[in-house]
């Protein structure tokens, strides 16, 4: 079935709802093993639309680079946890990387050079200005490889891992659409967002990767 273009949400929540919610997946602090390398489908995983049918260029940035508008004035942006998600694994040191069959490879990077990701508010901050005025950083720059090209998901992680030296195992992939678990045949973990990615998805993927791997307990820790 066909998926029709969801209404974008913005990026980012607003400061009264952010007091009351996590911004962190928990399973990035619950001091457990994490992946060694995070890998997201774009479509539908990161965004809820396909850049190469509903997306039409030039694209340009609109309210401070946390959405964009196409030609014909139409908006985009990410799910709306996925923000905070990609800065908390960047703050965290885990690597991330993409891995898209789109047809648009280069409207999809031309997308993630234009969405800036908001700082995440510290704890350390005497004030709210000072996490408003920190640097915002572009979403591509997140990433530490890309794999954006048509074709099947097993050629995109067999790059992936002559590129890292990462085994799949240690890998953890992200997707919307079930036809792309062929990947684990290679030995990869994928975890299936079929509304996308948000905060609840991701733990329970790291979970699912903990428990396929045996590694449901803390390492190298002697008490």
């Known amino acids: 079935m066909v998926k029709k273009a969801t209404e974008t949400p913005t990026p980012g929540i607003p400061p009264a709802i952010l007091a009351d919610q996590p911004l962190e997946p928990e399973t990035f602090n619950d001091g457990l093993p994490l992946p060694k390398l995070i ?3 774009l479509d539908y ?3 809820p639309f396909w850049i190469d049918t509903h997306v039409t260029p030039p ?4 309210d401070g680079n946390s959405k964009a508008v196409d030609r014909w004035g139409e908006y985009f ?8 998600i990609l800065l908390a694994a960047y703050s965290h040191h885990i690597p991330l990387a993409t891995a898209s ?3 648009a490879p280069d409207l999809a990077h031309s997308l993630l050079k234009i969405l800036h990701l908001p700082p995440l508010p510290s704890s350390r901050s005497s004030t709210s200005s000072t996490s408003a005025n920190a640097p915002r950083k572009r979403a591509l720059d ?3 490889h890309h794999q954006i090209f048509p074709g099947d998901k097993r050629q995109h992680f067999t790059k992936l891992q002559k590129l890292t030296g990462t085994s799949y195992e240690e890998m ?6 079930a036809r792309n678990r062929n990947v684990e045949s290679l030995g990869v973990v994928m975890w299936l967002v079929p509304n996308g990615v948000s905060r609840g998805e991701i733990d329970k993927g790291v ?9 449901e307990e803390r390492e190298g820790y002697f008490g």
């Open 45 to 47: 995983t990161l965004w």
């Open 101 to 103: 069959r789109t047809q």
């Open 207 to 215: 979970r699912e990767w903990r428990r396929r791997n045996g590694r």
């Open 59 to 62: 694209l340009k940035a609109k």
């Open 142 to 144: 997140i990433f530490a």
């Open 39 to 41: 890998v997201f489908d």
């Open 77 to 84: 942006a990410f799910y709306p946890d996925v923000p905070s």
């Open 172 to 177: 953890l992939f992200f997707d919307d659409e």
